[in-house]
């Protein structure tokens, strides 16, 4: 069973950066679409970008145009590059793949003050 560990997160002021990781247990190179989710307290979880094993992204509407999803096969590492961030951008983040087919990680806690 893979498990997801993801890292990176921290506090920042609205327009900062952070830039996250994700880095499995076992190997994504075999995995057609990874992602990053991330959930507020009091709301549903959310998938914000997802990217294929070819490269392909697309990204809530949220967060389009600010947020940057990579992968990186070689080291088996995902990552969410977030600029000019919001404070309703807090909450806590994950990566999994686009069906949630592993056991979700502790995730990274990210909050954003204004």
């Known amino acids: 069973q893979v498990r997801l560990v993801e890292s990176g997160g921290g506090s920042v002021q609205a327009g900062g950066s952070l830039s996250l990781s994700c880095a499995p247990s076992g190997s994504i190179s075999g995995i057609q679409t990874m992602g990053w989710y991330r959930q507020a307290p009091g709301k549903q979880r959310e998938l914000v970008a997802t990217?294929?094993?070819?490269?392909?992204?697309k990204y809530a509407d949220s967060v389009k145009g600010r947020f940057t999803i990579s992968r990186d096969n070689a080291k088996n590492t995902l990552y969410l590059q977030m600029n000019s961030l919001k404070p309703e951008d807090s909450a806590v983040y994950y990566c999994?793949?686009?069906?949630?087919?592993?056991?979700w990680g502790q995730g990274t806690q990210v909050t954003v003050s204004s």
């Open positions: 990217i294929t094993r070819g490269g392909n992204t």
């Open positions: 999994n793949t686009d069906t949630s087919r592993y056991s």
